[in-house]
């Protein structure tokens, strides 16, 4: 942990041989709220309240926003304790290397990298698509009907351009991207308020239908494990659409990424965290209760489902706005998804994961330029061709795992480093965190057997990498 905290401190001018130097510390709380803001409104907003209410809550939609916003709010406070006296880049994997072990703190990496590449993969696909829609583009280049998403790849590598070029660059351009975004958020929810038909919302909680249609491996993996008979809306979909629509907070912990590029962590970084959820849950809750009051859940459009319901009620000016806030969420999602897989790779490079070089701090950007490239490349090409909507259950599991873990790291600190200084504290441990691993479990539970499978495969990929490389060029193992 000292060893973590201080690795820094005697490099000031390399943070490796022919480095030009370390990350450099321009952040506040409001930048970091900014960030935080910038990732987690974005594809959640604009795309899954269309499909979970109609598929699996009805207007209910609301409560599981508000259930997934809880369990991310308990997980926030626990990323705040280990970000303000943590500091670092790598968020929850430099938590897991310093508390339970560097294998975990592999692992936790590697599902990172899973979260932050495939969300940016289905974001920059959803930003071609409302790009296409709004300029009415070529179906060949733009949106989900495209061979090769042009759109897609376009918007990959302009971000990727910023987030490379450096971190005041970043905070300028998601800054304003999410003042625009939050504006129309508002617009929505004061404007569609009038719109709203109090007839929309019976009932709140659709009763139970029978879901046997489903396949055992489209089942969510309690009901797979129990044999319970699949069923849709009812309490039981209201909880799967609220493990599914926490894609839509997915992300909040980029924020802790930046650590070592706050002025003043102990401070900044619990605002940052705390600020972002709390303002992003109000929105989520707010704008679903008018959407689903707008227009009937059973009519509710997947594709665009905040737009057409301005058309529904005659108001199809406000589509512009609507796209507009759009375009801007998801670019702004993109950009710090980006900037945090530079962040991690990093963190796993300094520690002799991977290669050191892949994660070199650039002399003039002083921003890890080449693994911010790699990763842009990566994610341009998956972008390109490879439909990812059905994904985002992918990116759930993967937050939740990560924030399970983060959780567990509070526990274990507060006994094997009861001493250090924490300029933010988690009230109530161990009740609190346990609480939080034990919601962010059972989220997990109620998201399909298929995404398990996929997640499992994920695993044992980032295992074998291990075993090849991770394990004989670690940086404690060359100290051993």
């Known amino acids: 942990m000292d060893d973590v905290i201080h690795q820094n401190d005697e490099e000031p001018g390399a943070i490796a041989e022919g480095g030009g130097g370390g990350l450099q510390k321009r952040l506040k709380a409001n930048d970091l709220i900014g960030f935080g803001i910038g990732i987690v409104i974005g594809t959640g907003i604009f795309t899954l309240t269309g499909v979970q209410a109609k598929n699996a809550a009805g207007p209910g939609i609301v409560i599981s926003f508000l259930v997934a916003g809880v369990v991310a709010a308990l997980a926030a406070v626990c990323y705040a304790e280990l970000a303000a006296a943590v500091p670092t880049a790598g968020s929850s994997y ?5 508390t339970i072990g560097e294998i975990f703190a592999w692992i936790i990496a590697w599902d990172l990298i899973l979260e932050f590449a495939l969300g940016s993969a289905v974001v920059a696909r959803g930003w071609s698509g409302y790009l296409q829609d709004m300029f009415d583009l070529p179906t060949r280049w733009f949106g989900e009907d495209a061979v090769v998403n042009v759109g897609a790849v376009f918007i990959v590598l302009v971000v990727g351009v910023v987030a490379t070029i450096g971190i005041r660059e970043s905070k300028i351009v998601t800054n304003a991207l ?58 039981a979909g209201m909880l799967s659409a609220a493990a599914v629509v926490f894609f839509a907070y997915s992300g909040f ?28 849950t109000v929105l989520y809750a707010l704008v679903c209760l008018v959407l689903t009051g707008m227009v009937n859940y059973t009519e509710i459009s997947e594709g665009a489902p905040i737009s057409n319901a301005f058309t529904v009620v005659g108001l199809d000016w406000a589509n512009v706005l609507v796209n507009i806030a759009a375009i801007a969420g998801l670019t702004s999602v993109l950009l710090v998804e980006i900037v945090a897989l530079g962040r991690i790779g990093f963190a796993v490079s300094r520690d002799g994961l991977i290669p050191k070089g892949v994660g070199e701090i650039h002399p003039r950007f002083h921003t890890p330029a080449r693994f911010s490239i790699g990763v842009t490349i990566f994610i341009a090409v998956l972008a390109a061709v490879i439909p ?25 600190l507060r006994r094997t480093k009861p001493t250090m200084k924490r300029p933010f504290r988690v009230p109530q441990v161990p009740i609190v965190p346990i609480l939080a691993a034990v919601l962010c479990v059972a989220l997990m539970t109620n998201l399909a057997t298929e995404t398990w499978l996929r997640f499992i495969v994920w695993f044992a990929a980032g295992i074998l990498i291990y075993a090849l490389y991770g394990f004989r060029h670690s940086k404690l193992r060359r100290r051993a």
């Open 253 to 280: 912990e980029a924020v802790a990424n930046l650590g070592e590029e706050t002025e003043k962590p102990g401070r900044d970084m619990p605002r940052g965290l705390i600020g972002t959820l709390a303002i992003c």
């Open 178 to 235: 999410v003042l625009i975004k939050v504006a129309v958020c508002i617009f929505v929810i004061v404007v569609g308020a009038f719109y709203v038909k109090a007839a929309n919302f019976s009932p709140f909680i659709p009763p139970s239908q029978d879901g046997k249609d489903l396949s055992e491996l489209k089942q969510p993996l309690w009901q797979w494990i129990t044999g319970a008979d699949p069923t849709a809306f009812g309490v």
């Open 388 to 412: 990812l909507d059905a994904l985002a259950e992918m990116v759930s599991i993967g937050t939740l795992f990560a924030l399970f873990v983060v959780a567990i790291a509070v526990i274990v």
């Open 94 to 98: 430099t938590y897991a290397y310093t």
